[in-house]
């Protein structure tokens, strides 16, 4: 599977979802995430991310957020087609520490 990671955190560019084949990624008010169980690893995703927010879940980088990708994909609706992203979005863009100050 690929995973969604915390650079996503307040981008929420969804490009991910315009070139997904399968609804895989859900939607949680600050980001994204894969449903590992739905995800076919075809890859297409990863390099369409303007954050640089998505690995293969075989990057040692990604390992802690795999867990994270299966809690809330359980808990957050999927999102189907490419939304605008927020307003400032490119503010938030590789800033660090996303997810503890912006996650909730
Ligand atoms: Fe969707 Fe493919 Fe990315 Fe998995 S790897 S989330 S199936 S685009
Ligand atoms: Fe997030 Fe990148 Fe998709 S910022 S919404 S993983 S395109």
Same mark, same amino acid.
């Given at each position: 599977?690929?995973? #969604?990671? %915390?650079?996503? @955190?307040?981008?929420?560019?969804?490009? !991910?979802?315009?070139? $997904? +084949?399968? =609804?895989?990624?859900?939607?949680?008010?600050?980001?994204? #995430?894969? %449903?590992?169980? @739905?995800?076919?690893?075809?890859?297409? !995703?990863?390099?369409? $991310? +303007?954050? =640089?927010?998505?690995?293969?879940?075989?990057?040692?980088?990604?390992?802690?957020?795999?867990?994270?990708?299966?809690?809330?994909?359980?808990?957050?609706?999927?999102?189907?087609?490419?939304?605008?992203?927020?307003?400032?979005?490119?503010?938030?863009?590789?800033?660090?520490?996303?997810?503890?100050?912006?996650?909730?």
């Amino acid at each position: 599977t690929y995973v #969604v990671t %915390d650079a996503c @955190v307040r981008c929420k560019f969804t490009d !991910c979802v315009a070139v $997904c +084949p399968v =609804d895989c990624f859900h939607e949680g008010e600050n980001m994204l #995430v894969i %449903d590992p169980e @739905v995800c076919i690893d075809c890859g297409v !995703c990863e390099p369409e $991310c +303007p954050a =640089d927010a998505i690995l293969a879940d075989t990057d040692p980088l990604a390992e802690k957020w795999l867990a994270l990708n299966r809690q809330y994909s359980a808990k957050w609706p999927v999102i189907s087609a490419q939304l605008p992203p927020p307003q400032d979005a490119q503010a938030f863009k590789g800033l660090d520490g996303k997810f503890e100050t912006h996650f909730s």
